[in-house]
Structure formats: structure tokens, C-alpha cells
């Protein structure tokens, strides 16, 4: 099993920077990928990036690219999310999930088995 916690979101002006953290427990000693989501109001929960378990590999959704950069330390079994030039348009709960079956990050969320409990990014304009 993996219990996963998000950390470090809050509310910011548009055009400035947050850093999630997503600290994991547990079952750590597995090999898994990680993959940042997030869901706003109304809406569906939607792909953000996903990182390789090595750290070596990762993807973004298209609305981040440039903008968010996703990182992790195996040691502190922790994964990153780095946000900088906030929009509006990216307010929103963050979620962390794990994919134990996987080395390498998915675009899909039904490849995660673990999820956190959710951070809110709030971006004002």
C-alpha cells in the first residue's frame, strides 16, 4: 500500500509561482511512476505531467508545457510540482498518484492505483 499527501498549494497573483510537494509512504520501496492531475469546478479531473519512476522521463499536458516542471527525490520519496507564470485558468485541486504497475508516466488516470488527498491552487487574476 501507498499513502500519498500533497502539500503547498494556496493562493497567488497571476503570473507567479507555487511548488507542490507529494510526500509518500508506505509501500516505497516499489518501483512506480508518478503523475500529477488536477480537477476544477465543473469540470473533470484532467492530466497535468507524469514523471518516470528513474526521474529520467517526463510529459506535460499541452496548457503547462514551459510553465510547470515536475521533478522527484527517491531518497525523500517525494515528487515536485514547480508552477511558475500561474493563470487563472490554472486554479484548480492538484492531485498526486502513484502507478505501481508502471515505470514510466501515464496520460491516463485509470493507470494510477494511489492518489493523495488533493491540494487547491487558487490563481487570481
Known amino acids: 500500500q501507498v499513502q500519498l499527501v500533497e502539500s503547498g498549494g494556496g493562493l497567488v497573483q497571476a503570473g507567479g509561482s507555487l511548488r507542490l510537494s507529494c510526500a509518500a509512504s508506505?509501500?516505497?520501496?516499489?518501483?512506480?511512476?508518478m503523475g500529477w492531475f488536477r480537477q476544477a469546478v465543473g469540470k473533470k479531473r484532467e492530466f497535468v505531467g507524469a514523471i518516470s519512476w528513474s526521474g529520467g522521463s517526463t510529459s506535460y499536458a499541452d496548457s503547462v508545457k514551459g510553465r510547470f516542471t515536475i521533478s522527484k527525490d527517491n531518497a525523500k520519496n517525494t515528487v515536485y510540482l514547480q508552477m511558475n507564470s500561474l493563470k487563472p485558468e490554472d486554479t484548480a485541486v492538484y492531485y498526486c498518484?502513484?502507478?505501481?504497475?508502471?515505470?514510466?508516466?501515464?496520460?491516463?488516470?485509470?493507470?494510477?492505483?494511489?492518489w493523495g488527498q488533493g491540494t487547491q491552487v487558487t490563481v487570481s487574476s
Open positions: 508506505g509501500r516505497t520501496f516499489s518501483r512506480y511512476a
Open positions: 498518484a502513484a502507478d505501481p504497475g508502471n515505470l514510466f508516466g501515464s496520460r491516463s488516470l485509470v493507470e494510477y492505483d494511489y
